[in-house]
């Protein structure tokens, strides 16, 4: 199955975001986390923390826009616009509807990534709809779009954390093994999310969920 996602990873090239770019060839990939560096290095900043992995990989600047921080990358005919909400977490959905609007993107073309606390560290799973499983960035995101249909990508961190401290362990930066790690993760992380844009979204959950 990675011998399908690899043709597509051939040619690169970087862009701006276009007015005139066709809707059902941009993507809106939105990574939640919550801003300043009193948080950057944190699981729960998952989100911002793979968007930025793929800009720097890419060599993408990210501009302080409306509700968020913005970038794009054109990669085989499509646009990807890269989303940092700076909003706060449980306050993503805002930031999350402006753009969506904003650039005309229809909502099956966009994916969110967050962390889940049910996944074992670095594990992917990358889902079309569900609930929101206790996470506020998407509890949020749900209550302002009206709907559970919308794809996620989900980024496991673990739930190695003993009774009652929960939050301290989101919110806590990550251990040094985790850190060795992260590379080859993110790494993985950046190819499936441009499979989704490319491929598809089930050619995508095959390859990656799991991995």
Known sequence: MLSIIKKFFSSREHNTISEE??????????????IGPKYANTRHNIGFKLLDFYAEKNSLTWETAKL??????????????????????????????????HEKIPLENMLVITDDLNLAFGTIRIKTKGSDGGHNGLKDIQNT????????????????????????????????????SLPERLEIGCKAIESFALAGMNITMNTFNGK
């Open 68 to 101: 968020g921080d913005i970038t794009s990358h054109k990669l085989k005919g499509r646009t990807f616009i890269f989303l940092k909400p700076s909003t706060f977490m449980n306050l993503s959905g805002k930031a999350v509807n402006y753009w969506l609007h």
């Open 145 to 180: 779009l009206q709907t559970t249909n919308y794809n996620r990508f989900r980024f496991g961190i673990s739930d190695a954390f003993s009774k009652g401290k929960q939050i301290d362990y989101v919110l806590g930066e990550w251990d040094e093994e985790e850190k060795k």
């Open 21 to 34: 770019t066709d809707p059902m060839k941009k993507f809106l990939i939105v990574g939640l986390g919550n």
